[in-house]
């Protein structure tokens, strides 16, 4: 409970104390301490929790249970390396006259209040919460996707702030009719939001109606998990916000919405039991992993084809889910782990390689690995780890995925081989003359700190040799969970 | 279990081979020099060639490697074994075991392979240009005369020559169509890989067309005697496979040591024969442009596989 | 401690002397001098072992990694045995040579080189080990990762770095592939060992699936047509050293992983699996022997005729499976018997021959045999044992390679037993047509070894190359004693194959083998079919120095050395030779329609007469590139979706909703 | 007296849902802005009837909330707005006008089609109107889809807000009070962060045409 007000709690206040010193020197070492309290607080409750199992608080608007709580982790901790990460690099963007302190402000303050909205919605039991929380996120990125001004980053924030919109309004037509329902099979009021007792009843609620909520919510929260076709706002806001954004946006927000589509297919399952939003998600999943493979195979920009590749990869978590059962769920979770974790870190290190070359168009960044070899070989594994290359956990997950495809969807299976293919060919095709060959570049006097790309490898590569058995139990209750059982 | 009566079959055999392989070399030469009404050499001819070249000192290219000198002894080596598990006279050979009929066109492979490599082992641009054409002759005769070997021992369920001789000569006599096919394409491969007239012809030389004498031209004295006595070994062994497969009477069996004194003149008788036939095919045909060996191997490529073929749908 | 323990540390000391290489980052010395030798001791050692193993039960074992269900499991049976015994029996030579190959200023440094090599190796051993899917998967992507990245060794060339992307990619596909093959053979009942994979009876069709996407995942690493681009790029593209590891024991381990899942985890074997491998082998060989026959650059050259090798295993595996669908064991282990036997001689010949070019390579910079020659004189070790490995490789006797060809055509006589009227009038042209590809081998090794160390020098500053360093030499020693020592014991080499077969088919060729003496090579019996190589070698040798001693004694030893004579042609020069494409003249002239050639031939009247060929892999224009422009195209296409108009975005968002309501809805 | 009060309710659906056509067929930025007031005028009233006849008090809250969000702050916010940046007329739309509405009518079939079984079983007097909220809704979407300028955009997008609303109240009686606040916190933050990106869009294409909002698209 105390851990819980803690988690929320910190990044809270974190935002409001940055927002008044957020313009200083010494902001970027308060960004990340906040989050390091957060990380140490979360995994606090982590321990908690597996001490004492998934438990309810404050009239049961909050909960914690394992599905959400390993997000919660993950979140603070991405968070965390991600505030270590932005701290030099962001006082680079100053130098070059990019950012401004009022900018930096805006910065720090909302970085925390984005991951303060991604922890409520996480922890959240009531889904009106949830679609306030998400709302909420929404919000705070669009200002950090713009904050650089310049006419790019605006149309992208705008096209942001509308389709986001747009989407979330679906969603919350869909809360609706789920309250619709609640009221009729238990009674109306303040309780009849709280998915714990939602999915009590779940096997009450009427079909019709939340076959049509699901439909909504899955579009709705669809759209911010990127899912193809509503995905369009993300590339660009990828592009260009500052790349930290861009890291958190791929490693978290997209969790984050995928999460809350989990936790409504768990009751539109319950009420209709025909499989119909498995079925549904399954379609999302592969329409969207075919579609971003081939967008992926014309891109010039380094961050719009990896902003691409996350589309795929949830496309891929997606398809997962919608499979469904013990296997395809566990390895959704773990893939929303190791995707989460390879691609923060990939987008550090392109962070750092674009601002040296001046440029994020993949032509003219050459010979990485003579500029800066921890730089390039952290770029040449992250890449070779979200491609799935084994001994890193993407492969894990896409091995599970794919072996349980063989056998529940061949149909589908040719797609995904084509797809994974082209995606090879195409990330792996353009980074390879980025990080090998000559350069035109001078040597980095000093090697940038990369501690948390290689932090976030190795836990990858971890992941994808030995995954530790309290982590392990964990997965198997959050799939589980989401089983609906 | 080598009997006496083997091993003595077998080095008369070989001493056979090395005897005789010279004399049906005049032979066939006589006999083309009547057939062209030419007057003909003295059948010893080519004897007293080999005890001159033998006599000569050899003169050697500068930058001629080990390997050009160790090369004509390989050459001739494998043709005397080659001559060894051939069954000439007899089908109980010790050494018959050491080697079936694809190590024997690995054999005569092993010693074109060699020979080539002298030959482009001294830098002239003749001597390249003949291993590059034996090579060209050789990839397209090999398969042609394992094929051909493969109809025989398709038919008598055994790749080793000696067995396959005693089954074709002591069975009652049948009728083999795919033996008749193969036995044209044996015919085109022998007259190919020794370097006869329509592929080759040995009698002359500096033509463009050359092969056989290109691959030879920087050899002289020893060396030189070494390799004409191969290639006549050569000839013989082929005379005696074809001999053997296709007409295989006359060869004596295992155990019958006096039928090897009946052997000989029949070999002979045979032989003599064969090379009259040489000479009339050489006679009769013109050489035929380096362009169009391809095609004439192909040709027994294609008749070898027939046979098989023909083996396998007649079960003969 | 159980051999399967011993082989594990084996490995460990590989990896921790991978590891070691770090801190040795450009100390060559270090590098070269111990860390590389000791890998080539492992090798050793685990050669050893698995020599052992071969004979002794199956040992299986379980390691704390992997998916918490799925730790790794490992299984030493004769199968992995066998093929171990190929990677250390060949690694060790390689190593030892690399000990004296590598040096600074190849692009990597040679502690990371060490680090990439030895994980290499590490992978391939793992791979044959492996007892379930996933470990399996592993250690295959963590091989063909290490090996790529030794292939871009030396990243600054644009061209390298292509290939390697190239392999990288077919690697990845054919990886795909092999993943689902493992996802059908598992039944769905989600657990991936190979022992629930055996227990499982699959049903024809998805036995079937298996079984062809198992070919293509493997063919892609195998290099067969039309999955083998890669190949010819790659090869020469890696140093040497690699370049041998790689097509000496790296395409071993998919024709190993071919055989795991054909014949011990499929369960069931359809006869038609047989002849499309038949025929995929025989398509692969020939090309590859064709291609290989036009080659001006050495190292492409050796490519070629690994693709046909793998062609040539191809085709014996297609038999065994042929004779085992039909249950004709003794048959099946007679023609598994020869691919395993050639699997083992093209690993010592090959890397022999790929190592050898890595010396001349070293001593003269040059890869194009069309500016060699000669080299015989300047290092004679070198030649010497290049030219067995030349013999071997065109498979002449009494060296390895003839063995395998023998025991292949043995099998080859035997299929008229066969129940299928189709089957027996095919199978002869098959025949006909490896005779064939062996006699061509022959063509391309005189080639060659014809244009590489014989004749004169074609640029003069051939006159001051180095012989290969003693390292070098000793590598090159084993490997080139491992092609002899084949080829004169065939009988003691089959009785190690023996136990393969036993695990594989149930039967084995080994004891009437044994039966018919340890002298004289025969799989069936004495009268049938018979080889004795060591007899063979001393009746030839006896002749050669009878001979040589009766010339000398009846005659003289005189000897004068003077100018080559060439029919008193006066004007020698080297250029006058015959060139690598001269060579390949009759070739391109006889398969002319099989090539994509684009030539300029000069006139009579040209002032500067100049000739020029090129020759194009057909498959790469005819499958590879519209492939690209289809993907491109798709792309194109894709990217429509991505136009810019937030009010279309809206839109798609809106028929989106409208779908989807349909869909619930109706 | 009931059934006339809850006849009203319907009467005030029918108007948000044609003041939802006007808004479609309007190209006067101005009107659409007292449209939009208009529009959240009747969510107001509706939202009091109910509250009046549920007598769920909270409802009563949330009809203060949607009164000083909707008719008041966003409406003077956005006069403020278009005054600043003086944008009146909104030139040209996707398709024309005629057709847009005849796509209206076809969404408002659709809408009908799938609410109907619902609102039978919706346990609220005003079940009815729930196919009109989703009408609503849909138009709206359709007008941000038709338009070319960020302000009209807007303004769709806050008018499909009220036909959410709409729903939240007739449908069921009201949300949550903690979620209604939420929802209201978000849209007027919303509707700031808006306000912000309008000027920054003028000053950096000085105009507020989206068409200038394409260059980020795959060539």
Known sequence: ?485 | MVSWTGLLAQILAIALALALAPLLMGWVNQWRAWLQNRRAPSLLQPYRTLHKLFHKESVLAENASPLFRIAPYIVFGCMALACGIAPTLSTDLPLAPAADAIALVGLFALARVFISLAAMDVGTAFGSLGARREMLIGFLAEPALLMVLFSASLITQSTSLARIVETLAHQSFAIYPSLAVAGVAFTFVSLAENARVPVDNPATHLELTMIHEALILEYSGRHLALIEWAAALKLFAYSCIGLALFFPWGVAEAGTPLAILFAIPALVLKLAVGGVLLAVIETINAKMRLFRVPEFLATAFLLAVIALLVHVLLGA | MMLLDWLLVVIAGWLALGVAGIPALRNTGVVARLLFPAGAFLALVLAGLALAALFTEPQTAVLALGLPTLPFHLRLDGLSAFFLLVIGAAGAGISLFAAGYFRQGEGTPPGLMCLEYHLFLASMALVVLADDAYAFMVAWETMALSSFFLVTANHRVPAIRSAGFLYLLVAHVGALAILLTFGVLQAGTGDYTFANMRAQSLSPLWASVAFLLATVGFGAKAGVLPLHVWLPEAHPAAPSPVSALMSAVMLKTAIYGLLRVVFDLAGTQLWWWGVVLLGLGLATALFGVIYSAVQSDMKRLLAYSSIENIGLLFVGMGLAVLFHAYAMSALAALALTATLFHVASHACFKSLLFLATGSVLHATGERSLGKLGGLIRRMPWVAALSLVGVLASSGLPPFSGFVAEWLLLQSFLFTTGLPNSFLNMLVPVVAAAIALVAALAGYVMVKFYGVIFLGQPREPHLAHAHPASPLERAGLVWLGAGCVLLGLFPVQVIGVIDPVTQVLLGAGVGETVRANGWLFLSPTSLGRASYGPLVFLLVVAFAVALTAWLVHRLYHGRLRRSAPWDCGFPAQTARMQDSAEGFGQPIREIFNPVFRMTRELPTPFDAAPKYRVTIEDPFWHGLYLPVARLTERLARLVGRLQQGRIAIYLLYSFLTLIVLLGVVRW | MESLLAQTINLFAVALLVLAFAMIAQRRILTLIHLYTLQGAALVAATLVVAHLTGQHHLYGSAILTFVLKVVLIPVMLHRVIDRLNVRWDVETLFNIPTTMLIGIVLVIVAFNLAAPIASLSASIARGTLGIALACMLLSFLMMIVRAKAVPQVIGFLSMENGLFFAATAATAGMPMIVELGIAFDVLVGILILGVFMFQIREQFDSLDIRHLERLKED
Request: hydrophobic share 55%.
């Open chain 1, 1 to 485: 409970m105390e851990a819980l007000a803690l988690v929320l709690a910190l990044p809270l206040l974190g935002g409001l104390a940055l927002a008044l010193w957020g313009a200083r020197e010494r902001a970027g070492d308060l960004n990340a301490a906040v989050s390091l309290a957060a990380f140490l607080a979360s995994v606090w409750l982590t321990l908690i929790v597996v001490r004492e199992g998934p438990f309810t608080v404050w009239g049961e608007w909050f909960f914690v249970d394992p599905l959400n709580v390993f997000l919660v982790t993950l979140t603070t901790f991405v968070g965390f390396t991600t505030a270590l990460f932005a701290r030099p690099y962001m006082r680079i963007e100053l130098d070059h006259g990019k950012m401004t302190g009022p900018r930096m402000r805006l910065f720090h303050s909302m970085y925390q209040l984005f991951i303060a909205m991604m922890l409520v919605a996480l922890t959240t039991n009531n889904l009106g919460i949830l679609w306030v929380a998400m709302e909420a996120a929404t919000l705070a990125t669009v200002l950090l996707v713009s904050v650089y001004r310049t006419a790019a980053s605006l149309e992208a924030a705008w096209k942001y702030f509308i389709l986001c919109g747009v989407g979330i309004a679906q969603a919350l037509f869909g809360t609706i009719l789920v309250y619709l329902a609640a009221e009729r099979a238990g009674g109306g009021g303040e309780g009849a939001l709280l998915w714990t007792r939602l999915a009590e009843i779940a096997h009450l609620l009427d079909p019709g109606i939340l076959s049509l909520a699901f439909a909504f919510l899955l579009l709705g929260y669809g759209t911010k998990v990127g899912l193809v076709p509503v995905h369009n706002w993300l590339p660009d806001a990828h592009a260009e916000g500052p790349t930290p954004i861009s890291a958190v946006l791929s490693g978290l927000l997209l969790n984050v919405a995928l999460y809350a589509v989990l936790r409504c297919k768990v009751l539109a399952d319950g009420a209709m039991g025909d499989g119909l939003p498995g079925r549904m998600m399954v379609g999302f999943g592969l329409i969207t992993v075919v579609t971003a493979a081939f967008f992926l195979s014309r891109q010039r920009d380094v961050k719009r084809m990896f902003a691409y590749s996350s589309i795929e990869h949830m496309g891929l978590m997606t398809f997962a889910f919608g499979l469904g059962g013990p296997i395809a769920n566990f390895a959704g979770l773990l893939h929303m782990t190791v995707h989460a974790l390879v691609k923060s870190a990939i987008f550090f290190a392109v962070g750092h390689a674009a601002q040296k070359a001046g440029t994020q168009v993949m032509e003219d960044i050459r010979g990485l690995l003579k500029v800066s070899p921890t730089v390039g070989w952290g770029l040449m594994l992250g890449t070779l780890a979200i491609l799935g290359m084994p001994p890193f956990g993407v492969f894990a997950s896409e091995f599970l995925i794919l072996t349980t495809a063989m056998r529940e969807l061949p149909w589908a299976t040719p797609f995904l081989l084509v797809a994974l293919g082209v995606a090879f060919a195409s990330i792996f095709g353009r980074v390879q003359p980025m990080v090998f060959g000559e350069t035109a570049l001078r040597p980095l006097a000093h090697p940038p700190a990369l501690v948390p790309v290689f932090v976030h490898l190795g836990l990858a590569l971890m992941l994808g040799l030995y995954i530790p058995p309290w982590l392990n139990t964990w997965y198997e209750q959050a799939a589980r969970m989401i089983a609906g059982g």
